[in-house]
C-alpha cells in the first residue's frame, strides 16, 4: 500500500470534512492537556492505558481517512469508500478523542478526592468548618462527581450534548483543583488551629486540675474538722 | 523510508489473523483491555531495556485495565470527612 502526492489524484478533503478535521484538533489538544494534567496530579505518577487505547483508536480512525483518500489501491476499502466512509471515521475518531479526555478527567477526579480526603484526615473537623466553610459545598460536588465516574467510557457512542457535559466536567474539575491548591495553602493555618485548640484545652484541663485539688484539700479540711469535733464531744 | 512486508511474513500474518490479504485489517479493530485480556506487567517489565517508548509503561507506571477498576472501586468508597 502507497500513499500518493495530491497532485497525482487530485484527492482532498471537502468542506465539511475539514470542519470536522479542525474539530478532532482542536479537541485533541484539549484532550492532550487534561491527560498530562491527569498524569502529573495522580499520587503515583502513572498513566492510564485505556487512555492510551482511546488514542490508538482515534489514531487508527484517522488512518483509515488517510487510506481512502491517499492510498493508491481504493479497492482497499472495498464498497465502503467515499464521503460516509470519511464521515463515520471522524466521528469515530472524535468519540475516541472525547472518551480519552474523559478517561482523564476521571482519573484527575479520583486523584484531587483521594488527595483531599488524606489531607483532610489530617485536621479535626472542626478545625476545617472553621478555616474551609466552603468544604461543605465542595463535599456535595466531589459526591455527585463520584457517582458519575466511569459513565461517559461505557458510553459507546458520543451523543449531541457531549460537548456541554464535557464543559461542565471540565468546570467542576477546575473547582476541585482550586479547592485542593486552598487546602495546601490553608494547612499552616489549619495546624496553628488545631494548636491553639489545644491550648485552650490545657489551660481547661489545668484549671479542672486545680479545682479539683482545692476541692480535695477542702474537701479533707471539712472532714478532718468534723472528726475533731466528734472526737471532743 | 518505506517498511515493506516480505511476502513470506505476510502469508504468515495473514494465516495467523485468518485473513485473505493484509488490505482486509484496515477496517479491523485493534483488541481492548480488559480485566481478562489485560496488559502483562511482567512482560512490559522484561522488554524495558530495549523499549525506546514511555518511560512511564517501561518503568510499570501505569494503570492497568483491572488496577484502573479496582482503583475506581477504592477511591469511589472513600468517606469524605463529615
Known amino acids: ?233 | 523510508m518505506t517498511i515493506r512486508v516480505s511476502e513470506k511474513t505476510r502469508d504468515i500474518v495473514c494465516k495467523s489473523l485468518n485473513i485473505n490479504c493484509l488490505a482486509e485489517i484496515i477496517n479491523r479493530s485493534y483488541s481492548g483491555f480488559s480485566s481478562t485480556d489485560d496488559i502483562d506487567r511482567e512482560k512490559t517489565a522484561l522488554y524495558s531495556d530495549c523499549n525506546r517508548g514511555s518511560i512511564r509503561i517501561n518503568t510499570g507506571r501505569f494503570y492497568t485495565a483491572q488496577e484502573y477498576d479496582e482503583r475506581v472501586k477504592r477511591v469511589t468508597r472513600m468517606k469524605l470527612p463529615y
Not at chain 1, 188 to 202: F, H, N, R, V
Open chain 1, 1 to 233: 500500500m502507497e500513499i500518493v502526492p495530491l497532485g497525482d489524484k487530485a484527492k482532498g478533503f471537502s468542506e465539511d470534512e475539514i470542519t470536522q478535521l479542525e474539530s478532532l484538533a482542536s479537541l485533541y489538544m484539549q484532550a492532550k492537556l487534561l491527560i498530562l494534567y491527569s498524569e502529573e496530579v495522580d499520587p503515583d505518577f502513572r498513566s492510564n492505558l485505556q487512555t492510551i487505547k482511546e488514542l490508538r483508536d482515534a489514531f487508527d480512525h484517522l488512518m483509515r481517512i488517510v487510506i481512502e483518500r491517499f492510498g493508491r489501491d481504493p479497492s482497499v476499502i472495498g464498497d465502503m469508500a467515499g464521503p460516509e466512509y470519511c464521515k463515520i471515521n471522524l466521528q469515530k475518531a472524535i468519540g475516541h478523542v472525547y472518551r480519552a479526555a474523559f478517561d482523564a478527567l476521571d482519573g484527575t477526579v479520583m486523584s484531587l478526592r483521594e488527595k483531599i480526603i488524606n489531607s483532610l484526615d489530617a485536621f479535626p473537623l472542626e478545625a476545617v468548618k472553621d478555616i474551609l466553610p466552603e468544604y461543605w459545598d465542595i463535599r456535595i460536588k466531589l459526591e455527585e462527581l463520584n457517582e458519575h465516574i466511569g459513565e461517559h467510557r461505557a458510553k459507546k457512542d458520543i451523543g449531541n450534548n457531549i460537548g456541554e457535559v464535557y464543559d461542565r466536567f471540565i468546570k467542576d474539575v477546575e473547582i476541585l483543583k482550586s479547592f485542593h491548591k486552598k487546602l495546601l495553602t490553608a494547612s499552616p493555618a489549619l495546624t496553628e488551629y488545631i494548636s491553639k485548640q489545644g491550648k485552650i484545652q490545657d489551660s481547661s484541663t489545668n484549671r479542672q486540675i486545680i479545682v479539683a485539688i482545692i476541692g480535695a484539700v477542702v474537701g479533707g479540711l471539712i472532714v478532718a474538722a468534723y472528726m475533731a469535733l466528734v472526737s471532743a464531744h
